[in-house]
């Protein structure tokens, strides 16, 4: 069965720090992997996505995402964090062609001034 | 621009009520996706349907059923409202083929009183 866990649920960030954060999955095949980002109150909006190819794919709002099959992790980063990023943030795992996604209990992000 | 949309942000409900929750995507998707999401436990699916009149169980089930007698609309139907469904319910929808993602609903938070 497929699943991702993202270790840190809570983290705090400065204004203009560099950020990463963790994810990582368990996955029988070739899996696709996804960021989401969620505001306070709002639904979930794609940041990037992987499917294959080049392993550092590159997102909305400055975010990037590293793919290292060896160490079945997803990380998300950003290199300078802005007061608006503060959010939770999803990762999730699916199949290529089967559309069924599991995601994450989600990483909540607050970022001080 | 494309979306999803949830009939209610916001809605309170009485125990014992029967309470439908809509959703309705103008993307032509074949896929729908009904998850909850509660603190700490991330987003857990709770049916979906890849096609008019499919669906599917997901995750968590139990309590809940659903229609989708339309491609474009697929409802979420609480048989009898309990107060452990007081949660945020988010709708989703994503193309029948190759795995692009979800496009999300704004959510609906439903307490149950």
């Known amino acids: 069965a497929q699943s991702v866990t993202q270790p840190d649920i809570h983290i705090t960030v400065s204004e203009g720090a560099s950020l990463e954060l963790r994810c990582n999955y368990s996955?029988?095949?070739?899996?696709?992997l996804f960021w989401y980002v969620q505001s306070p109150g709002q639904g979930l909006q794609l940041l990037l996505k992987y499917f294959s190819g080049d392993t550092l794919v590159q997102g909305i709002k400055g975010f990037e995402a590293e793919f290292k099959r060896s160490q079945s992790s997803f990380n998300l980063r950003k290199p300078s964090v802005h007061w608006s990023d503060a959010a939770e943030y999803f990762c999730a795992v699916g199949a290529v062609w089967f559309s069924k996604l599991t995601f994450g209990t989600g990483t909540r992000l607050q970022v001080t001034l | 621009d494309v979306k999803v949309t949830q009939s209610s942000r916001y809605l309170v409900k009485r125990t014992g009520e029967k309470v439908f929750l809509e959703c309705v995507q103008d993307?032509?998707?074949?896929?729908m996706f009904w998850y909850r999401q509660d603190p700490g436990l991330g987003l857990r699916l709770i049916y979906f349907?890849?096609?008019?009149?499919?669906?599917e169980k997901g995750d968590i089930p139990e309590g809940y059923s659903v229609s989708r007698e339309k491609k474009e609309r697929f409802s979420l139907i609480l048989e009898s409202a309990s107060t452990n469904q007081t949660s945020m319910y988010l709708c989703?929808?994503?193309?029948?083929?190759?795995?692009?993602?979800?496009?999300f609903g704004s959510g609906t938070r439903l307490t149950v009183v």
């Open positions: 996955y029988g095949a070739t899996p696709y």
């Open positions: 349907s890849y096609d008019v009149k499919m669906k």
């Open positions: 993307m032509d998707h074949e896929n």
């Open positions: 989703a929808s994503s193309p029948k083929h190759r795995n692009y993602g979800y496009t």
